[in-house]
């Protein structure tokens, strides 16, 4: 049941999003636990809707492969969602009208209790018997790479993100410059699939503009506008080191990009896992496929460094991107993460070479976590989910404040 809190912020969205036509507070809806939508497919559609366009057109057009249940939940946020911006009806009167069109129940009371119906005597609660301690409900969605990271990196934090729905997180500055720099980076190679020595000059002009309209598309995303010019300007540099980098590479191992954010759908001993693929090259020597991941933040520093994440089952995204694509029927000869991180450095991606840098034996045994984890997460067994004990997992944690066993911070473990 919503608390009364998320009652109120999910109307109080509603209102503003009929009154301003602001989509931001759309995406906010339905990651709301208020919205009938499941939360990490309502995330999911608002992650979408960041980078292609409105939200409620990528949901008629069905831009996720979603099961029958979920995707009857997101049309019908959809009708729910029109209904309420065409209605007439002002103030208290429309907010009731989005109580009723979403039919949060709990709105009512929440009037009632504020004083909206009148005023009544305090009557007391009779005291309820504890329930009796039971496993987490079995996960019955689909899963992703970044739940499986999520969950090795901090059970606790698994349960507080995609069990509870605990807070909705804001986003961040850092959050909100990977997402532009990714739509960037898509609409750039929509334009440049081959990239050639000779369109030098126009692909470093068309970089330029695809960086600022992106930015444009996420200003709301920083929070002042000081910070948002130095962030287009990082953007900017490190942008056109990136075309720098796509010439030297064509001269080496001339490519084609054949797909961007490319869907990708692996079923995982019958439970679904989905995800976006950020780049599929083609190798024309070969035919071979890359997969090229881009990352605005902290990464390994080196393949050896990756690879041993992997093999400690603390990262599942290159693993679950391999796996999709080689059940799609891609020779896939590399998996690939380019830095976009620093300005002031060339870009040298982290290249995972297949049967080479990274072992199949790896990745299959990585495919074996993957179905050991979903499994134990869709069991409903789990009756208690363990904070980490790396104190560095906490740090950006958006649960840290009521996590009551996390680790100590670092500088605190050893004070007296």
């Known amino acids: 049941m919503p608390e009364a809190a998320q009652v109120r912020s999910f109307i109080d969205d509603a209102v503003r999003w009929r009154k301003t036509g602001d989509e931001a507070f759309l995406l906010r809806l339905i990651r709301s636990s208020c919205s009938g939508v499941p939360h990490d497919v309502g995330a999911a559609y608002a992650t979408l809707a960041g980078r292609t366009g409105e939200l409620l057109d990528a949901i008629d057009r069905g831009r996720l492969a979603l099961p029958p249940p979920e995707r009857d939940a997101v049309l019908l946020f959809v009708r729910r969602a029109r209904l ?22 709990e709105y009512a009371t929440l009037r009632h209790a504020q004083g909206d119906e009148g005023e009544g005597e305090i009557e007391l609660a009779e005291p309820v018997e504890p329930q009796e301690a039971a496993g987490v409900p079995r996960w019955q969605k689909h899963f992703s790479a ?19 729905a605990a807070v909705e997180d804001p986003g961040s500055s850092a959050s909100a410059y990977g ?3 990714h739509l960037a980076l898509e609409d750039f190679h929509g334009d440049f699939p081959r990239p050639r020595g000779a369109d030098r000059l126009a692909m470093r002009n068309r970089m330029r503009e695809c960086v600022t309209w992106a930015f444009e598309r996420n200003r709301d995303g920083f929070e ?25 590479q064509e001269l080496e191992a001339p490519f084609e990009v054949l797909g961007r ?27 071979d496929v890359g997969i090229v991941d881009y990352k605005t933040g902290s990464i390994a520093t080196s393949a050896a460094e990756h690879c041993e994440k992997v093999r400690r089952f603390r990262d599942f995204q290159l693993p679950f991107y391999y796996w999709a694509r080689t059940a799609a029927g891609d020779r ?19 290249v995972l070479e297949v049967g080479k840098t990274i072992k199949v034996d790896d990745l299959e045994r990585s495919r074996e976590k993957m179905i050991e984890l979903s499994a134990l997460l869709a069991s ?16 950006y944690c958006a649960y840290q404040t009521a996590c009551a066993n996390k680790p100590p911070a670092e500088a605190q473990r050893f004070g007296s």
Do not use: H, M
Request: net charge neutral; aromatic share 10%; proline share 2%.
């Open 332 to 350: 896939v000869s590399k998996l690939v993460l380019i830095p976009l991180k620093d300005a002031l450095l060339d870009v040298r991606p982290v």
């Open 146 to 164: 970044s739940a499986l990271n999520a969950y090795s990196e901090c059970a606790r934090k698994w349960f507080y993100r995609y069990a509870c």
């Open 179 to 181: 997402t532009a720099f």
């Open 261 to 287: 954010e490319v869907s990708a759908e692996l079923d995982l001993d019958g439970r679904a896992f989905v995800g976006f693929i950020d780049r599929l090259d083609r190798d024309e020597r070969t035919g």
């Open 84 to 105: 309420v911006r065409e209605s007439n009806s002002e103030a208290d009167a429309f907010r009731v009208v989005v109580a009723k069109a979403f039919e949060v129940k």
């Open 224 to 248: 002042t506008r000081v910070e948002f010019e130095l962030q287009v300007r990082r953007a900017q540099r490190t942008a056109q080191r990136y075309v720098e980098w796509l010439l030297v």
């Open 380 to 395: 409903g067994e789990i009756r208690r989910f363990e904070p980490t004990t790396n104190a560095a997992a906490c740090t």
